[in-house]
């Protein structure tokens, strides 16, 4: 069982192009969740799914759109991608959105918009 | 909306002894709070976690307490080893429709055990 996984590792990008940073679970997890990680900044959420279908704004959803055409894909799409979306990107899950339910982290995706 | 403050920024502790990291939340209606523990270059993993019903829980070496009234909460981590270096992050979460499940993150803090 690979658990979460998210591709790519790292990747750098030039300003103004598109990018779709991957999401895959094999948990049958209900929940997922994309938050970016900037230097002191801790972690802060992009956008979530509670179940598939449906999607739903974080604290920082601008400039990011997301889908859930399934259970175990959340793609994370940068429409036009500007330096300020320099950032490690981590793809979480949780069996329910429900109060409560560990969120399982993803190895992460290094992105860079020069 | 939710906001979460997490001090301090940086520990620096001896081996062996204790590391307090403290957290404090705006939003009375958060009733879950997890610790991360996230070495670097690595994923946050889940350490321990309490729930608002509870004042205090303990797991070997870590414990985490609450005080709602207050609103913080707060790790405690006994024994200090090397291995325990890393930063630290505190959530927390409200319940209730399309809110369940959504983390508000501290801004961390690095801890650094000196052998």
């Known amino acids: 069982i690979a658990g979460i996984t998210q591709a790519p590792t790292s990747q750098i990008l030039a300003a103004g192009r598109r990018m779709t940073l991957r999401c895959t679970q094999d948990?049958?997890?209900?929940?997922m969740y994309w938050y970016r990680q900037d230097l002191g900044l801790g972690l802060r959420l992009i956008h979530y799914?509670?179940?598939?279908?449906?999607?739903g704004k974080g604290e920082v959803p601008d400039g990011y759109s997301v889908s859930r055409a399934n259970t175990d894909d959340f793609p994370l799409t940068l429409a036009s991608a500007v330096p300020s979306q320099t950032s490690v990107y981590f793809c979480?899950?949780?069996?329910?959105?429900?109060?409560?339910?560990?969120?399982?982290f993803g190895p992460g995706t290094r992105l860079t918009v020069l | 909306g939710e906001n979460v403050e997490q001090h301090p920024s940086t520990l620096s502790v001896q081996e062996g002894d204790s590391a307090v990291i403290k957290c404090t939340y705006s939003?009375?209606?958060?009733?879950?709070f997890p610790w991360y523990k996230q070495e670097l270059g690595k994923r946050p993993q889940l350490i321990i976690d309490?729930?608002?019903?509870?004042g205090e829980k303990k797991d070997q070496r870590i414990a985490v307490t609450l005080n709602k009234t207050a609103k913080h909460f707060s790790l405690h981590i006994t024994e200090t080893q090397p291995e325990d270096s890393a930063v630290y992050f505190c959530?927390?979460?409200?319940?209730?429709?399309?809110?369940?499940?959504?983390?508000?993150f501290g801004q961390g803090t690095e801890l650094s055990v000196k052998p």
């Open positions: 979480a899950s949780s069996d329910s959105p429900s109060t409560g339910d560990t969120q399982y």
């Open positions: 948990m049958r997890h209900n929940a």
């Open positions: 799914s509670n179940t598939a279908g449906t999607t």
């Open positions: 939003d009375s209606a958060s009733n879950y």
């Open positions: 309490i729930r608002s019903n509870v």
């Open positions: 959530a927390a979460s409200r319940p209730g429709g399309n809110q369940g499940g959504k983390l508000i």
